[in-house]
């Protein structure tokens, strides 16, 4: 984009610039691997990847898809963009949803979070109930 974004404010639940070591960790390892930034999508994938693998180890490798579901609901971890968890009722992500501003930083933009909206549910499933 450019430095027109400067001071833009935007809200999600993840940025490159979260400021927590495991973040530090994944974003240096990415970018090492691969010559950019993380993104909410390599997370996602991530976080992905840590469920199957979490909810694997609970059922003792047991891959059957009612098993492995049900074995998923209610899982809380740490993920690089801060806590995260399974909602039991829903299957939705629980995470939360940072307020951030688009500084220049070294010379690139970066969406620096200043607030936080912990644990945020999908919004509609809130609202049906």
Do not use: C
């Not at 930034?37 to 891959?63: C, Q, W």
């Not at 809380?76 to 909602?87: M, Q, T």
């Amino acid at each position: 984009m450019g430095d027109q974004m400067i001071g833009m404010i935007t809200a999600g639940p993840y940025s490159a610039a979260h400021n927590s070591p495991l973040n530090k960790t994944y974003a240096g390892a990415i970018e090492k691997a691969n010559g950019f930034r993380p993104d909410f999508v390599s997370l996602g994938g991530y976080d992905g990847m840590h469920l199957i693998y979490e909810a694997l180890k609970k059922t003792g490798g047991n891959a059957d898809g009612d098993t492995l579901i049900a074995a998923m609901k209610g899982m809380a971890w740490e993920s690089p963009r801060g806590p995260i968890s399974i909602d039991p009722d829903t299957r939705d992500i629980v995470n939360n949803i940072y307020i951030r501003k688009v500084e220049k930083i070294n010379g690139q933009l970066w969406n620096t979070e200043f607030e936080t909206f912990p644990n945020v549910k999908d919004p509609m499933k809130v609202a049906v109930k």
